[in-house]
T-cell receptor, first 113, second 113 residues
């Protein structure tokens, strides 16, 4: 049973560029959440997708957007990258019906120069 | 708004000794509480959760946590620490009406041989 997978594992971009991160949820899961983990900090909630809709959003600017596909996989897009966007981006999946535990992927390490 | 406090940046313990990693929370109503562990350059691994019922929750790798409603605490414990337990530990809370996790800033556990 495959767990949550994310791609790429590492990414280097320059300020002003755009980036797309990808996530495939654990088998049987239908809900995907994205978190940003800055160095030395706990993960911060960005947004959550369920039934291809953004259901809830944290305190992040509109530069951060996402998408969920019919197969429940998801993308996180960040436009106009800032140095402060450098972080580990974590995807978590869960099964909505039972408000179950969120299981995390290995993350994508983004460095903005 | 919900919040989590992990008052210790680091906990040091000798192998074989009991360990405790502290967590207090603030949330409206009854909480869902979680502990996750993060190894270097990895995502978060689920350890255990409290939803309802017995205040002592048992989880993976011999860890357990005690829910104390009056003290709004959910401390992580293990009777006998292993060197391999050395990692970064995160406590998280979710209110029963919501679907997102709020994390503490993390506690680094160092177990010495």
């Amino acid at each position: 049973d495959a767990g949550v997978t994310q791609s790429p594992t590492h990414l280097i971009k320059t300020r002003g560029q755009q980036v797309t991160l990808r996530c495939s949820p654990k088998s049987g899961h239908d809900t995907v959440s994205w978190y940003q983990q800055a160095l030395g900090q706990g993960p911060q909630f960005i947004f959550q997708y369920y039934e291809e809709e953004e259901r809830q959003r944290g305190n992040f600017p509109d530069r951060f957007s996402g998408h969920q596909f019919p197969n429940y996989s998801s993308e996180l897009n960040v436009n106009a990258l800032l140095l402060g966007d450098s972080a580990l981006y974590l995807c978590a999946s869960s099964f909505e019906q039972y408000q179950e535990t969120q299981y995390f992927g290995p993350g994508t390490r983004l460095l903005v120069l | 708004a919900q919040s989590v406090a992990q008052p210790e940046d680091q906990v040091n313990v000798a192998e074989g000794n009991p360990l405790t990693v502290k967590c207090t929370y603030s949330v409206s109503g009854n909480p869902y509480l979680f502990w996750y562990v993060q190894y270097p350059n990895r995502g978060l691994q689920f350890l255990l959760k409290y939803i309802t019922g017995d205040n002592l929750v048992k989880g993976s790798y011999g860890f357990e946590a005690e829910f104390n409603k009056s003290q709004t605490s959910f401390h992580l414990k293990k009777p006998s620490a292993l060197v391999s337990d050395s990692a970064l530990y995160f406590c998280a809370v979710r209110d029963r009406g919501g679907s997102t996790l709020t994390f503490g800033k993390g506690t680094m556990l160092l177990v010495s041989p």
